[in-house]
Each structure stands twice: as C-alpha cells, then as structure tokens.
C-alpha cells in the first residue's frame, strides 16, 4: 500500500511530465462563499446575454462532491500560455490599421490541448487504485465544465485571485486552469498569503471601466464579453474604447505587475504558439473581406471561430473606426451597424 506523501509526490511528477507548470490538490468541500457570490453577481445582471449562466448552474460548479460523488481530491493544474510577445506597434499614419487578439487565443482551442493531458493525468490515478486492488473514479475539466476552477486554484495554492479577478500564480496569470477530481486521497496543498496589497494599475487600465469595483468584474462593459460573447450592435459609448481589440483583451493582466518579467518563467506549449493564418495582429481589411467558408478555414481549431465571422467582422469595423485611417480601405464602406444587425 502506497503511502499518502508518495503517492502524491509521484503523481505531482506525472502532472509536471505531462507539462503542467502548477499542479495543487484540494478538498473537494463545497465552496459557499463563492456560491454566494456567484448568485449575487448573477442576479446583479452581470452576465448580461451568457444565457447559460444560470443560478443552478452556478450552485453546481461550486459543490465538487456532487460533481463527482465521493469524491476524496480536486485536483487543479495549471499551463502557461506565454509564448512571444504581442507586437504593441502603432500603425503609422495611412499605414493599414490591424487588429489584436488575445494571447489566449494566437494557438489552438486550450480546451482540446489541456482535456488531453488531463484525461492522461486521470488514467495514472486510476492505474493507481488498479494496483492497489481498486476502481478509482475521475472527472476532468476544463473550463467548458460546471466547477468554479479559479476559486478551486487558490484553495489548491497555486496562486491568489487578484483585483482583476484573474489568478495571479508565481508564472503570471496567463496560464489556462484544468481540474481533475477523483476518488483517491491525496495530500491537500495549502492556500498562498498574499493578495494585490495597494496596486490599483489593472483597475485603472481598464478602457470600459470593468474593473471599477476591484475583485468585481461587471463583464458587460468588459471588451472580451463584449468582442466573444455579445450579439448585435455594440453601445456607441463603448466602441472607442475598445481599440484596436477584436478578440478577447489583455489590458488588466499586461499591467499586472505580476506579468511585468518573462525572466525564469516558462514558455508556454507549442500549442499555444501563434499560428501563422490566425497571428496575432491580423490586417482589419483582410478580416471585412472573408466569406463563411474561408473565415472557417482560417480559424478552425481556434477559439476565435467561437465569435463567428459576423461578430468578428462588427469588432473589425468598429477597430477600423477607431483607428481613424486617412484613406480608406476595401469593405469599409459597411456601418458597424449594418454588421451588428447581421450578428446571430
């Protein structure tokens, strides 16, 4: 019989042979406080059109031991997905205005890279109880998944949840999160002591204001909501502040003293590497030009084709607006309104 300490210690190794960065283990105790807090941002209307952010949904994500019935570990990992650095170049006059698109989304869909190995991680903890002359029972996820895997990180230790309510690790926070429950009992990791202390610098980089309650992110004036998740037109008050952004943004964790240094921290995987027909700057003329049939071609396997081709088309015109070009550019001509009105 493997003791408790070893058994941890070996499967701590397989999570950093698979290439996780942070691996923690927690209890799987129900998280009340976050349900509770969960529920009250919910009903405060800051879900804005996530129709499937439901109160129900909500209570479930934070109660693992219904997730998974006798349930002894949650399991949190953590993968950089810091590879180069986004090119912050400014257009020079007349020049052809481009883009930008979160780093989160330069490579390939995280879900299918990260569910991979954790489905990998799961089958060595089943090997585990199979040696020891029993069925152990596992669940992964990854972020699709009802379980709150950010409140499930800073109980595991692998970081504190920072102003910008991301989570701030020894890596940085842009790191994708995967949890992994199982019938095994493994050794629980502690949280971190530390918190943001007086640094305001994400709240007050935020374009839409977001962030203007710290540790509260109001996600429908947030530009990642905004560009990915809401249809039709956008608010005229908001569209000049989002920039050059057309997919996702980056503002509150480029600020984020915790991000400021690449030195000692690991490169993200392969997977998460710019690819060369989605890049991170793409031209906004290119963007207005695709069809249904070769935006899915460009963007397959990547987390933009999430936004579709209509929605990503209003957030170029609107980026293209805001760049206020003294010459114009083919597919201009068409109103952020008259793109909007086109988004399903």
């Known amino acids: 019989m493997t003791d408790l300490a070893t058994r941890t210690r070996d499967f701590k190794a397989e999570a950093t042979r698979l290439g996780f960065h942070l691996v923690g283990v927690t209890s799987p105790e129900p998280f009340k406080e976050a349900e509770q807090?969960?529920?009250?941002?919910?009903?405060?209307g800051h879900q804005a059109e996530m129709a499937w952010m439901t109160e129900a949904r909500a209570r479930l994500s934070c109660r693992p031991d219904e997730l998974l019935p006798g349930a002894r570990a949650l399991v949190v990992v953590g993968?950089?997905?810091?590879?180069?650095e986004p090119d912050t170049t400014i257009p020079s006059s007349g020049a052809l205005p481009r883009g930008r698109?979160?780093?989160?989304?330069w490579g390939v869909d995280y879900h299918e890279a990260m569910k991979a190995r954790l489905v990998e991680l799961a089958a060595f903890l089943r090997a585990a109880g199979a040696a020891e002359g029993r069925e152990a029972h596992t669940r992964v996820f990854v972020d699709s998944?009802?379980?709150?895997e950010r409140d499930a990180a800073v109980r595991a230790g692998l970081g504190f949840r920072g102003k910008n309510t991301n989570l701030l690790t020894p890596i940085g926070s842009f790191v994708f999160?995967?949890?992994l429950l199982a019938d095994v009992d493994l050794q629980f990791d502690q949280p971190v002591a530390k918190d943001c202390g007086t640094c305001r610098l994400c709240v007050e980089a935020c374009p839409t204001d977001a962030l203007a309650t710290p540790y509260h992110l109001a996600a429908e004036r947030c530009i990642a909501y905004?560009?990915?998740e809401h249809k039709g037109p956008i608010d005229d008050t908001l569209q000049p502040r989002m920039g050059d952004w057309?997919?996702?943004?980056?503002?509150?964790?480029?600020?984020?003293p915790y991000n400021r240094s690449t030195r000692g921290r690991p490169r993200g995987w392969p997977e998460f590497e710019p690819r060369p027909e989605v890049g991170t700057r793409p031209l906004l003329s290119d963007l207005l030009g695709l069809d249904d049939d070769t935006f899915r071609e460009q963007f397959r396997d990547s987390p933009v084709r999430r936004t579709k081709r209509p929605r990503l088309q209003r957030n170029a015109q609107i980026?293209?607006?805001?760049a206020a070009l003294e010459r114009p550019v083919p597919g201009a001509q068409r109103s952020v309104l008259e793109i909007g009105a086109a988004v399903d």
């Not at 993968?79 to 180069?84: F, G, W």
């Not at 057309?246 to 984020?256: A, R």
Request: with cysteine; proline share 2%.
């Open 319 to 322: 980026a293209l607006a805001n």
């Open 177 to 179: 999160l995967g949890a």
């Open 246 to 256: 057309i997919f996702g943004c980056d503002v509150c964790q480029d600020v984020c």
């Open 101 to 105: 698109i979160a780093r989160y989304a």
């Open 145 to 148: 998944g009802p379980l709150v």
């Open 226 to 228: 905004l560009t990915i």
């Open 79 to 84: 993968a950089s997905y810091r590879t180069v």
């Open 37 to 44: 807090q969960l529920v009250r941002w919910l009903r405060e």
